[in-house]
């Protein structure tokens, strides 16, 4: 399994760290910030994708519409012809801990 880093992430992590050293972003705030910035992400096989998705007892159009990506890039993410990355793979990351009620 290989674990991504990401560039943007602890840019922004590291930005809100100043804010939060700066009295404004709360406590609170700062470890939900925590969390998100530092929830590892890992490549999913296109087996898994699947198996999320079935799970979840959604369609590949409904799975496609709640992570805002098309029908044809779930299909093909399922059949091993393309792979998500970026937020995509955040988000399928983040269903697969937390279940796919966590964006709805």
Do not use: Y
Not at 38 to 46: I, T
Not at 56 to 85: C, Y
């Amino acid at each position: 399994m290989t674990m991504r880093k990401s560039r943007i992430l602890d840019e922004m992590h590291e930005t809100a760290l100043g804010l939060h050293n700066a009295g404004l972003i709360n406590k609170r705030r700062m470890s939900e910030i925590d969390a998100l910035c530092h929830l590892a992400v890992a490549d999913m096989p296109a087996q898994k994708i699947k198996l999320l998705r079935e799970k979840a007892h959604v369609s590949q159009a409904v799975f496609a519409a709640i992570l805002n990506t098309s029908l044809s890039t779930v299909q093909k993410w399922e059949i091993g012809d393309k792979h998500p990355s970026g937020p995509s793979l955040k988000l399928l990351n983040l269903i697969e801990h937390k279940g796919l009620e966590v964006l709805l």
